[in-house]
């Protein structure tokens, strides 16, 4: 298990896609943070502080689409083909996977986070605001948002697993965010809070700034999205297994 | 028999289409054997439920007497060179090798002495995205022989090579089989097979056509290996070419089935 840990992670330091989309989060974090400054509309309180570190929350897009690249890219250029053909047993490869990528999901929320803070308290500081470092409920935002962040790579490596097509699974779970949580969510009112996203939010999103939707408890949230994460890592591991490669 | 691979009633039925039917056939150490037949005649699927990347619906496949799924380093008993695309284009060559080294326990220096092997040393350290299509069949035949495997599975290994590497090819392939490995090659161009293996297997429409040596095959007609080929195959039951064969570009990988 060990050698496939670490041949997973020389298969990443090896190409250089998956770093470009890492690299993606502290910027939309940047962005994020600057824009909600700029429009001004809020007083830069103790619920901004935890609004603007909820973004790193929000960056789990980027990490859900880098868990998908873990098995739908290796499907996307055939090496799936020579992975399976060192290692047979596909259950320890994924395993290996799902651990790797939702540790360096961790690690990408960790790098948003540090990125996000030194953002915000730079902006209060030009703002003339002091910068409150020890308000708790930012520090729960903020680790929450990292959990997120592991969580959704760790869904993302289920879903590549279970479309296979890169595009594919890219584009179905990207509109399930925008439309069946977004849209339809809206519908099914009370119900829509048990989905993944809204789940992740809930964990994430701090005072529910985000959004417009009502959310589960905090942790109520977590709970929910850690049985989510352990569902698809389940149908990763059992239908990697019966699957023809072909 | 050991290290070589048995086909054993080998089966495989996608829905009500049949692509692999009853197959059974020997291949021996010591020399090349070609595995030929048209499009769609179940070759690659063969090739794969032989390597344990297909589940066959009926029979089994046998390397060394074990399922392929139950060797213990598979690196270091088979080598198999399936597609010429099964490379992520960011990637170094040498990268690509230090994966498969490093997942299988495998030494890295044998990777130069592969990359040698291979002819491929100087542009290791390029990334695979600007390979031409023999460059890449040269990678993926540095790969199957990383672990020193004593059995080579090989589908169309001379794609894409041009008159060199066809040559480079030949002599590689029926050198390691003088030095008693197993070595079993698909090919299409009959008249390169015809100069590098001494076996045959031939199938048509999933079922076997022909099983033993090149000579007794075309020597018994005084035929050419394309006379026989086509007299074997060119049966009302064989469909053209619509079967997992045809695939050639990476975005058909899952357009079939």
């Given at each position: 298990m060990n050698s496939l840990i670490k041949t997973e992670v020389l298969k990443l330091r090896t190409i250089r896609s998956p770093w470009l989309l890492l690299l993606a989060a502290p910027l939309l974090v940047t962005a994020g943070i600057s824009g909600m400054v700029l429009s001004g509309n809020k007083p830069l309180d103790a619920a901004a502080q935890s609004g603007a570190l909820a973004h790193v929350g929000l960056t789990s897009l980027f990490t859900m689409v880098f868990g998908i690249l873990a098995v739908a890219g290796e499907y996307r250029h055939r090496t799936i083909t020579d992975t399976y053909l060192t290692t047979p047993s596909r259950g320890r490869v994924i395993s290996a996977k799902l651990l790797v990528y939702a540790a360096f999901a961790m690690l990408s929320g960790l790098v948003s986070s540090l990125v996000g803070l030194g953002v915000a308290a730079a902006w209060w500081s030009d703002k003339g605001v002091s910068f409150a470092w020890g308000d708790t409920a930012m520090w729960t935002t903020i680790g929450g948002g990292i959990v997120w962040n592991a969580a959704f790579a760790a869904i993302g490596v289920g879903v590549g697993a279970l479309v296979r097509s890169l595009v594919g699974a890219i584009a179905v779970s990207l509109a399930w965010v925008a439309l069946v949580e977004g849209i339809v969510g809206q519908l099914i009112g009370g119900l829509a809070r048990w989905l993944p996203f809204n789940a992740g939010q809930a964990l994430g999103a701090g005072t529910g700034s985000m959004t417009t939707s009502h959310l589960l408890p905090r942790w109520d949230g977590g709970l929910v999205l850690a049985l989510y994460t352990l569902a698809f890592a389940a149908l990763a591991l059992t239908t990697s297994m019966r699957r023809d490669v072909s | 028999m050991s290290a070589g691979i048995t086909v054993d009633g080998l089966t495989k039925r996608y829905g009500p289409v049949t692509a692999?039917?009853?197959?059974?056939?020997?291949?021996?150490?010591?020399?090349?054997?070609?595995?030929l037949g048209p499009n769609g005649a179940g070759k690659t699927t063969t090739l794969r439920m032989?390597?344990?990347?297909?589940?066959?619906?009926?029979?089994?496949?046998?390397?060394?007497?074990?399922?392929?799924?139950?060797?213990?380093?598979?690196?270091?008993?088979?080598?198999?060179?399936?597609?010429?695309?099964?490379?992520?284009?960011?990637?170094?060559?040498?990268?690509?090798?230090?994966?498969?080294?490093?997942?299988?326990?495998?030494?890295?220096?044998?990777?130069?002495?592969?990359?040698?092997?291979?002819?491929?040393?100087?542009?290791?350290?390029?990334?695979?995205?600007?390979?031409?299509?023999?460059?890449?069949?040269?990678?993926?035949?540095?790969?199957?022989?990383?672990?020193?495997?004593?059995?080579?599975?090989?589908?169309?290994?001379?794609?894409?090579?041009?008159?060199?590497?066809?040559?480079?090819?030949?002599?590689?392939?029926?050198?390691?089989?003088?030095?008693?490995?197993?070595?079993?090659?698909?090919?299409?161009?009959?008249?390169?097979?015809?100069?590098?293996?001494?076996?045959?297997?031939?199938v048509a429409a999933g079922r076997l056509r022909y099983a033993g040596p090149l000579t007794e095959l075309t020597g018994a007609h005084g035929e050419t290996l394309e006379a026989a080929f086509l007299r074997l195959t060119s049966d009302p039951g064989s469909d053209s070419d619509t079967g997992p064969d045809s695939a050639t570009d990476a975005t058909a990988s899952s357009a079939h089935h």
């Open positions: - | 692999v039917d009853r197959l059974t056939f020997e291949v021996e150490p010591g020399v090349v054997t070609g595995f032989v390597l344990g990347l297909v589940t066959p619906t009926g029979g089994r496949a046998l390397i060394d007497g074990r399922r392929y799924g139950d060797l213990d380093q598979p690196r270091r008993v088979v080598g198999a060179v399936l597609e010429a695309t099964g490379f992520h284009p960011g990637r170094r060559g040498r990268d690509h090798l230090r994966i498969i080294a490093d997942a299988a326990g495998l030494p890295r220096p044998r990777i130069e002495e592969v990359l040698d092997r291979v002819g491929l040393t100087d542009a290791a350290d390029r990334r695979v995205g600007g390979y031409s299509l023999g460059m890449r069949q040269r990678l993926g035949l540095a790969g199957a022989l990383l672990g020193d495997p004593r059995v080579l599975v090989l589908d169309e290994p001379a794609n894409g090579l041009d008159p060199v590497g066809m040559v480079d090819l030949r002599d590689l392939l029926r050198g390691l089989a003088a030095e008693g490995r197993t070595v079993l090659m698909s090919s299409h161009m009959l008249s390169e097979v015809a100069q590098t293996v001494d076996k045959v297997v031939i």
